[in-house]
Antibody, heavy 127, light 107 residues
Framework: QLQLQESGPGLVKPSETLSLTCTVSGGSVTSSSYYWGWIRQPPGKGLEWIGSVYDSGSAYYNPSLKSRVTISVDTSKDQFSLKLSSVTAADTAVYYC???????????????????WGQGATVTVSS | DIQMTQSPSSVSASVGDRVTITCRASQGISNWLAWYQQKPGKAPKFLIYTASSLQSGVPSRFSGSGSGTDFTLTISSLQPEDFATYYCQQTYSFPLTFGGGTKVEIK
């Protein structure tokens, strides 16, 4: 059974870079059928998609965060990572990693949804 | 970006009630819509994909419908474990976007 687990510092100082890693177990990141991505949820608020990466390293990002975000994949370790630079208090959130299933049709990709999630990592931005 | 608007933002209901949540996309997304359930302190759970297909293991009291811009999630007979927040998400194109959520509360 596929499982995802987030890891990384729970406290980050303002202006620094937030770094999280998601480890995939019970499966592999090297699959042509999936993207691997990050979603966050500020306290008491809704869900925000941050971005997703393919096993080739090709990534898509939320335009609202694109200038600060890098998502990468390490196929040798079955891990993918999130880096968010120049953080502020507004980046305080629970960060989830999740798997996104692809569907190819009519010469383009569509997506079924985020079917497997990690348990979430709470990250607080504070000095 | 495609904007997703959910309504209502909250609903109070009793066990056994039928509950309907609506989701509207700012442009046509065919049937590329997913629904999630989230309980406090937990990760979201994937319920429905392509607007009406139930994910494996999801009870049949959950159903989804719609196409184009207007979608609904229906819980036919609310059970105690269904009290949670529900989110829609368009899966038509990047950036993936979520609705604001609907909290289903105990009446």
């Amino acid at each position: 059974q596929l499982q995802l687990q987030e890891s990384g510092p729970g406290l980050v100082k303002p202006s620094e870079t937030l770094s999280l890693t998601c480890t995939v177990s019970g499966g592999s990141v090297t699959s042509s059928s999936y993207y691997w991505g990050w979603i966050r949820q500020p306290p008491g608020k809704g869900l925000e998609w941050i971005g997703s990466v393919y096993d080739s390293g090709s990534a898509y990002y939320n335009p609202s965060l694109k200038s600060r975000v890098t998502i990468s994949v390490d196929t040798s370790k079955d891990q993918f990572s999130l880096k968010l630079s120049s953080v502020t208090a507004a980046d305080t959130a629970v960060y989830y990693c999740a798997r996104l299933e692809l569907h190819y049709s009519d010469y383009r990709y569509y997506y079924y949804g985020l079917d497997v999630w990690g348990q979430g990592a709470t990250v607080t931005v504070s000095s | 970006d495609i904007q997703m608007t959910q309504s209502p933002s909250s609903v109070s209901a009793s066990v056994g009630d039928r509950v309907t949540i609506t989701c509207r996309a700012s442009q046509g997304i065919s049937n590329w819509l997913a629904w999630y359930q989230q309980k406090p302190g937990k990760a979201p759970k994937f319920l429905i994909y392509t607007a009406s297909s139930l994910q494996s293991g999801v009870p049949s009291r959950f159903s989804g419908s719609g196409s184009g811009t207007d979608f609904t999630l229906t819980i036919s007979s609310l059970q105690p474990e269904d009290f949670a927040t529900y989110y829609c998400q368009q899966t038509y194109s990047f950036p993936l976007t979520f609705g604001g959520g609907t909290k289903v509360e105990i009446k």
